[in-house]
């Protein structure tokens, strides 16, 4: 089993930044690629990046050089540094991992979820 804990999301304004962090515990050497999703209220979980062991990255078009993902697999760590964030932005944001290697957007193939962190941004 993994367990995944996410930190740093917070309110900011339009054009802001934010850092997220997850950091995983437990079984972590089964764990090869994760992901960051996120979700709105009322709306389906949405993929914004996953990441590979060897720090390969996938990112959804909406990210358009925003976000930046990486990994420090000594820390059995992944953060996400949000850039130029806009409204639409805002949403809860999962940090997801899976047992397999290769990068996805498809949420049924991560086998491990973090509880999330709200980021909001301000108009």
């Known amino acids: 089993q993994v367990m995944l804990v996410e930190s740093g999301g917070g309110l900011v304004q339009t054009g802001g930044s934010l850092r997220l962090s997850c950091v995983a515990s437990?079984?972590?050497?089964?764990?090869?690629?994760m992901g960051w999703f996120r979700q709105s209220p009322g709306k389906e979980r949405e993929f914004v990046v996953s990441?590979?062991?060897?720090?390969?990255?996938y990112y959804a078009a909406f990210v358009e050089g925003r976000f930046t993902a990486s990994r420090d697999n000594g820390k059995n760590a992944m953060y996400l540094q949000m850039n130029n964030l806009r409204p639409e932005d805002t949403a809860v944001y999962f940090c997801?991992?899976?047992?397999?290697?290769?990068?996805?957007?498809?949420?049924?193939?991560?086998?491990?979820w973090g509880q999330g962190t709200q980021v909001t941004v301000s108009s």
């Open positions: 990441t590979s062991r060897n720090g390969g990255s």
């Open positions: 997801a991992a899976r047992d397999r290697e290769g990068v996805t957007g498809t949420v049924d193939t991560y086998d491990y």
């Open positions: 437990g079984r972590t050497a089964s764990m090869y690629a």
